[in-house]
């Protein structure tokens, strides 16, 4: 499969890891948008949000419980964060493998663009 973010699960691009376990991976995004910006990925290949199917439920509950612990360990979990999925065209998905944006060190505004 032709899956950028597979071929890091699998190694063939090695990716900046901040954080890996059986079940995901965490890793720093090559274009920042915060002076903390990191993509926590399922191992398991999910195109989009719109497939997750009710056997993934632990894992997209895994997703945003290892963005929290990342928050905290990587010290701004009290100041606070940003978390975004983006779910195809209109969303910004431009990577077709399910990944959370954990983005911390700034301020964030609301409404996103
Ligand atoms: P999205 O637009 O939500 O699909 O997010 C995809 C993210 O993947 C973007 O923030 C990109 O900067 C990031 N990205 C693309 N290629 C790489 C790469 N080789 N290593 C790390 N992050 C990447
Ligand atoms: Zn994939």
Request: glycine share 8%.
């Amino acid at each position: 499969m032709d899956c950028l973010f597979c071929k890091m699960v699998n190694r063939d691009i090695e990716p900046d890891i901040v954080y890996e376990d059986d079940h995901v991976l965490a890793f720093n995004d090559i274009n920042p948008q915060a002076p903390t910006h990191v993509l926590i990925i399922p191992k398991k290949h999910i195109a989009t949000l719109n497939d997750i199917e009710a056997g993934d439920l632990a894992l997209v509950g895994r997703l945003q419980y290892t963005a929290a612990h990342l928050a905290r360990d990587l010290g701004f979990a009290e100041d606070g964060y940003r978390v975004v999925m983006n779910c195809n065209d209109h969303g910004g998905q431009s990577v077709y493998h399910v990944h959370m944006h954990l983005m911390g060190g700034r301020r964030f505004t609301w409404p996103a663009g």
